[in-house]
């Protein structure tokens, strides 16, 4: 295993400290756990928005905080999830008055850390609401939705949600907007080979030579099958034809189209990607109305990418739009 | 070779298609050539700012389009320097009566190339200058410092010069900015292993499962030497300590501290980085006052970072600060 690391075990907390050093203008850390806060939480009158999960997806999770998206995130060891205390001292640190809405991908980990945070939250007097994401194409068919996973479509939960809260928007309605995101919010990722979890010194799985992974998640979870490998422009067509089909995806939609790399992939290629993403969802009707191109939720150094479409309405279009400042993502981009 | 591409002949055209559409609300591109221009140039009474070279290094050169930094980028093939006629298409598209400084890294062809292009806008009344870093130590010693490629400190120059002439400053007043900065700024660079040009196939250079190049170039070019690989914090205690004794930096010094990933490396392990370059910096009495950690300048898909010192007075020192919103890069970061 080749990797500029010191200790697997101390790798986050080192990693947190050095977060906090970079970014010292936007956040602070908890007392006493590995959560990190926005730095002038917590605002009264609006409603926290707490994220999480297991590390090694950066920008994801604390890259993302600031204003206009999350207010805290509870930090996890390597793809782990965060345990109940971390989310709880999140919790506290951004409890407005206004309630706390967790916002989080479908891991049973994380599902079940969450709640038990949301218990203990609401045993001291905190109103606690959640949105899981779900926007993970492969696994499940589109009757079973709320069984898959989420992955980078999270974003755009967090991205309209927060904007939601910003705008002083209450629990309920900023639930009500990363529900919507998520059910508009579709994606499916492929890569050329897999990642190693330092811990493990193990790659996540095996490819050939002329083999891709298709329907990967973003802890390198093996996909929904392997395929030979094709030029971009094939690979993301089908792609994005698998994610308009899921929706589906109607002649006439404007959406949201994002290409995230998933570590290890060069931007230029991402780029390559959008083009062809952009086409096929054009030459059925779809109108590309917000385009963001670069790693968002990466899996450590995987080469890999995701296509996510997003449907819009006005509400949620204006919320993306909206203005974001969070440590390592700004909008306008 | 396992990467998501078509054509590699036909990459970078396609990469400059997608660019502009994602990025439409900041640049354009020019009429005959492969170079992008901001979207409002000329600017009246404003320097432009020129750079350019191969593609592959994404966000450089292009992703520094944008207020406060460069006003065009002339874009050459993978690792290959753009053609003349890009370079003054470049100038002619930004030049707002005031003269168009080039900032360069020192690479042989990008330096000829521009200076054929110099020439040629000087045949039509335009007035040129430029200023050519070179801040990666390998290779060269202290003495011989004109001799050394430019590689990410290039970005401080971009940064301070960029944000001079959005001032309204002169075009010998930019490039002294320019000529100043590079003079304050260090870098050394390591690898993990290599990348492959997707024209040629076939990695840069070969490594053993526990060696690294140690003074890597950012197109893969071998380093200085192989070194055995060592904990992140060993390894950047020494490039830092390299960066400082080679300008030399004092006891009392005010610095910018980059780390910049060649492209494969996770985030996570930049932000080890930092923190040890950070450490050992300020154990020598630096005192670390703008903190930037990210990709700013790759290799395609190569694994591996940098580390990068600039040493600050007043005056560079508010010009790095200085607003900038250009398409892959923000101040505030």
Redesign the interface.
């Known amino acids: 295993m080749?990797?500029?690391?010191?200790d697997p075990y101390q790798?986050?907390d080192?990693?947190v400290?050095?977060?906090i050093?970079?970014h010292s203008?936007k956040v602070k850390k908890a007392a006493d756990t590995r959560a990190i806060v926005r730095k002038d939480a917590p605002k009264k009158g609006k409603v926290g928005i707490v994220s999480g999960g297991g590390?090694?997806h950066?920008?994801a999770f604390v890259?993302f905080i600031g204003q206009g998206m999350l207010d805290a995130v509870a930090v996890g060891e390597?793809f782990t999830s965060p345990p109940p205390n971390a989310v709880l001292e999140a919790v506290e640190a951004v409890d407005g008055g206004k309630g706390v809405l967790f916002l989080l991908g479908n891991y049973a980990g994380d599902v079940m850390n969450f709640e038990l945070a949301a218990q203990l939250a609401k045993a001291r007097g905190i109103e606690v609401a959640q949105s899981i994401s779900t926007d993970d194409i492969s696994g499940f068919p589109p009757q079973q939705a709320h069984m898959r996973r989420g992955v980078v479509g999270s974003m755009f939960c967090w991205k309209a949600a927060g904007a939601k809260a910003e705008a002083g928007g209450s629990l309920a309605e900023c639930k009500e907007v990363a529900d919507r995101m998520n059910r508009n919010t579709r994606s499916i990722g492929v890569a050329?080979?897999p990642c190693t979890i330092p811990a493990k010194g193990a790659p996540t799985f095996e490819l050939q030579?002329d083999e891709i992974e298709y329907g990967v998640g973003h802890h390198g979870e093996p996909g929904m099958r392997k395929d030979k490998?094709d030029?971009?422009?094939n690979?993301t067509a089908q792609m994005t034809k698998d994610v308009i089909a899921d929706l589906p995806f109607r002649n006439g939609d404007r959406a949201a189209l994002m290409i995230n790399g998933l570590?290890?992939?060069?931007?230029?290629?991402l780029?390559?990607?959008?083009?062809k993403a952009?086409q096929t969802a054009e030459s059925l009707g779809i109108s590309v109305e917000i385009?963001?191109?670069?790693?968002y939720f990466?899996a450590?150094?995987m080469?890999g990418?995701s296509v996510t479409l997003a449907k819009l309405d006005e509400g949620l279009e204006n919320l993306l739009r909206a203005p974001a400042d969070t440590c390592?993502f700004?909008m306008?981009a």
């Open positions: 080749k990797k500029f690391i010191n790798m986050v080192e990693m400290e050095a977060f050093q970079v203008d590390s090694g950066k920008p890259g390597i050329l080979g030579d490998l030029t971009v422009d690979l570590g290890g992939t060069p931007a230029i290629e780029y390559l990607a959008y083009r952009r385009s963001l191109v670069g790693q990466t450590l150094e080469a990418y390592m700004k306008p």
